[in-house]
Nanobody, 128 residues
């Protein structure tokens, strides 16, 4: 069983920054492929960013590319999402997700159905 706990959400003005953190349980965190998703009211959950377990490769949604950065610290069992130049349309509940059985080294997953563990979410609100 893997537990994921997000933190770092809050209210910020447009153009501001936030850093989300996700703390994971489990002794094999370094083998997990990790991702961030978000869900705005009335909308479906959408992919934001992913980071692999092997070569730390990353992938981003087009809507956040150049503004958000995903990173991980295996020594701390943590994954982060640095969000800069925030826009009102970034307002959503942000979720951390883990794929504990990636198919190969350097796996990157953009579909929510590829993740088997989820955190409870942290709210990000960007005011205009």
């Amino acid at each position: 069983q893997v537990q994921l706990v997000e933190s770092g959400g809050g209210l910020v003005q447009a153009g501001g920054s936030l850093r989300l953190s996700c703390a994971a349980s489990g002794r094999t965190f370094s083998s997990y492929a990790m991702g961030w998703f978000r869900q705005a009211p009335g909308k479906e959950r959408e992919f934001v960013a992913a980071i692999s377990q092997g070569d730390y490769s990353t992938r981003y949604a087009d809507s956040v590319k150049g503004r958000f950065t995903i990173s991980r610290d295996n020594a701390k069992n943590a994954v982060y999402l640095q969000m800069n130049s925030l826009k009102p349309e970034d307002t959503a509940e942000y979720y951390c997700a883990a794929n504990t059985r990636p198919r190969y080294g350097g796996s990157l997953y953009t579909s929510q159905y590829d993740y088997d563990y989820w955190g409870q979410g942290t709210q990000v609100t960007v005011s205009s």
